[in-house]
């Protein structure tokens, strides 16, 4: 067996590292978990302060547009700054790939055994 991860990068706009990843932290995250989203990691890039990452695990392919639109139609999400996030991102993108169940524990993280 295998789960989808979905890897998503965002170019932020110069300036709004710090405020941005608290409002991630803070906001969109706990409400992604409240949707029954998995997030792995999420975080600054090490490499640049201006790129953050978010990594999410779902069972299949079709879990994902199903949880997405659970999140994005969520009245807490509108209720809180989302278009403050949006307006901070300069660009972003995405990708998916499996990866065997092995690989990560029940919870999502990875399995570091």
Do not use: W
Not at 31 to 45: D, H, I, K, N, T
Not at 52 to 66: G, H, I, S, V
């Amino acid at each position: 067996m295998e789960r989808l991860i979905e890897l998503r990068f965002h170019k932020l706009k110069s300036g709004s590292g710090a405020t941005f990843h608290s409002l991630v932290s803070e906001t969109s995250v706990p409400l992604m978990q409240a949707a029954g989203m998995v997030v792995v990691a999420y975080g600054q890039s090490l490499h640049d302060p201006y790129h953050d990452y978010l990594m999410r695990t779902f069972d299949n392919l079709e879990q994902l547009p199903a949880s997405q639109e659970v999140f994005c139609s969520s009245s807490a999400l509108r209720m809180e700054p989302r278009e403050q996030i949006v307006a901070l991102i300069e660009s972003d993108s995405n990708t998916t790939l499996s990866l065997p169940n092995a690989a990560l524990s029940r919870d999502g993280e990875f399995r570091r055994d």
